[in-house]
């Protein structure tokens, strides 16, 4: 494989090989699952922000919109992220074959993108996703470093602005481009003002079309809401313990999954620090200039990363593409050299590169057979069960929890605009809280009028109380925390004698129960829209 052309059938074999366990256990993580739940609710009418909410940008709807064109069916997704993950890599090593001026290290840099991404199961999260128009962005700025290319600049920053549309944090990698093009072009003497303004307002395009799509729809003001200033309050708070969950992540995501990776990649970052002082001559070649580029967006991936200090293993992956770009180079020397080494350095380096694929695919694998995702938890799979059985295919339900993997194991559709409802009291992830945190205290006045909304302007026809379950530790988020809507299901709904699950579930009134007052709305019911299913 001596050129990324005749690379790219072995790069899509690895991809299908390592992400088989998603095409053998389907959902394989929560956001999946509402990715999923919520791209089905809007294949059926519902508009995102206003009819079904989350804080992920629109475009992360829009890709999983083929989990809903298909039925009942999570392969088209695991189909998609096999593709979005081949390209990454392939682009990367196109990026990476300029970097280091070698056909051979953009090959090194395709395979180093799939190990780099071992440090997640073979889910479908918003960073791979978001990686792939990054990847595309960061390859035409490789190129527009050896040639006066304008219109590639223009280009990179609209796919990074389309990144950005699918995973907020994409806003970091132009502000990289854009912080390496102004300190090269300062220092250096190179023209640098064209450059950067093509970057921004090639990234502000889509932005700018999609809220124009909201304001034509009369939503500007909800996607506002959702997809900007909730993502900075929910970066701004975290519970539990951080500094565990980074010594974890750390020990998972670097030194477990991706030892290679990271190793030739500080290697990699280690040489543009060498070479900086090259890098700001107005002689400096373009490879020069690319790898000081790549290690400062190593260095700035660090920071969303690491905000809200909750260090999920599908939040390395955005770390991807640097590693792929830095660690190009330095692996492609110290494989030239490998004949020169001793048996025992051989041995070890074909174990850090082979044990980590066989972990992660075992690992995923394993997981999936002794049912550990959320598909397969036993309570949600006995809930799903028993509404399949008891319940009519067009009837809704308002799921009381932090699993949306119930709605797909009923084939129900939501009831409210809320897939998961820790919205309601701070967004927190129940499994990085403990018992003594009040919760109260971050109780969210809007999330709980609209919830009063929907369940008396929509009526669902059943409300599940996950609370009994502990499905995702929800026994921290009663509804005994928020009286009135306590109070406002106690009135509209009633409890049936069946606890799937250990779940309480509760069948819409006909009738308000005496003594009780019916959930008023706190404005007019909206005209209703038909959905698909009606």
Not at 397 to 419: C, E, I, M, Q
């Amino acid at each position: 494989m001596r050129s990324l052309r005749s690379a790219a059938p072995w790069v899509v074999l690895a991809t299908v090989l390592i992400r088989l366990p998603g095409f053998a256990f389907g959902i394989l993580g929560s956001d999946d699952a509402d990715f999923t739940v919520i791209a089905r609710a809007m294949a059926q009418g519902a508009l995102p922000y206003r009819e079904v909410v989350d804080i992920k940008p629109p475009l992360t709807f829009v890709c999983y919109l083929p989990n809903a064109w298909f039925g009942v069916a999570y392969w088209p997704v695991q189909t998609e992220a096999v593709l979005f993950v081949a390209a990454t890599a392939l682009a990367l090593g196109a990026a990476a074959e300029r970097t280091w001026r070698s056909p051979r290290a953009g090959v090194l840099a395709a395979f180093l993108a799939l190990a780099a991404g071992l440090c997640e199961a073979p889910t479908v999260s918003t960073e791979l996703l978001m990686n792939l128009p990054t990847a595309l962005a960061l390859a035409l700025y490789a190129r527009g470093s050896d040639e006066r290319r304008p219109g590639d600049d223009l280009l990179a920053g609209f796919l990074l602005g389309l990144a950005a549309l699918i995973r907020h944090q994409a806003v970091f990698s132009l502000g990289a481009l854009g912080g390496a093009t102004l300190a090269l072009g300062i220092w250096g003497r190179r023209p640098w003002l064209l450059r950067c303004a093509l970057l921004a307002v090639g990234f502000t395009v889509p932005w700018v079309a999609m809220l124009g799509v909201f304001q034509s729809l009369g939503a500007s003001d909800d996607m506002i809401d959702w997809v900007i200033l909730r993502n900075l309050r929910y970066v701004s708070q975290n519970a539990g313990s951080t500094t565990l969950r980074l010594a974890q992540a750390l020990a998972v995501c670097v030194l477990a999954a991706a030892p290679v990776a990271w190793w030739s990649a500080l290697c990699g970052a280690r040489t543009a620090v060498r070479e900086v002082a090259a890098a700001f001559r107005p002689d400096a070649t373009g490879d020069v200039r690319l790898r000081f580029t790549w290690a400062l967006l190593l260095l700035v991936s660090c920071v969303p990363v690491s905000l809200g200090g909750r260090f999920y293993e599908h939040y390395f992956l955005q770390f991807v593409p640097p590693i792929a770009l830095l660690g190009a180079g330095p692996l492609d020397a110290a494989l030239s050299g490998i004949g020169a080494r001793s048996r025992v350095w051989r041995v070890a380096l074909a174990a850090a590169v082979f044990v980590p694929v066989l972990g992660s695919v075992g690992y995923a694998t394993v997981r999936g057979l002794v049912h550990r995702y959320p598909l397969q938890n036993e309570k949600v799979e006995d809930i799903g069960r028993w509404i399949r059985a008891n319940t009519a295919p067009s009837d809704r339900l308002f799921v009381w929890g932090h699993t949306s993997a119930v709605y797909l194991a009923a084939d129900r559709t939501p009831g409210t605009r809320y897939v998961t409802t820790s919205w309601h009291l701070g967004n927190f992830d129940p499994e990085h809280i403990d018992d003594r945190t009040d919760l109260r205290a971050f109780r969210s006045e809007r999330d709980v009028n609209q919830t009063l909304d929907d369940l008396s302007c929509r009526k669902p026809e059943w409300i599940i109380d996950t609370t009994p379950t502990d499905i995702h530790a929800w026994h921290r988020m009663p509804l005994s925390l928020l009286p009135e809507l306590e109070s406002a299901i106690e009135a509209g709904w009633e409890p049936v004698a069946a606890t799937p699950g250990g779940a309480r579930i509760l069948r819409r009134r006909s009738t308000p129960a005496a003594g009780s007052a019916t959930p008023i709305p706190a404005k007019a019911c909206p005209p209703a829209r038909r959905h698909a299913s009606e």
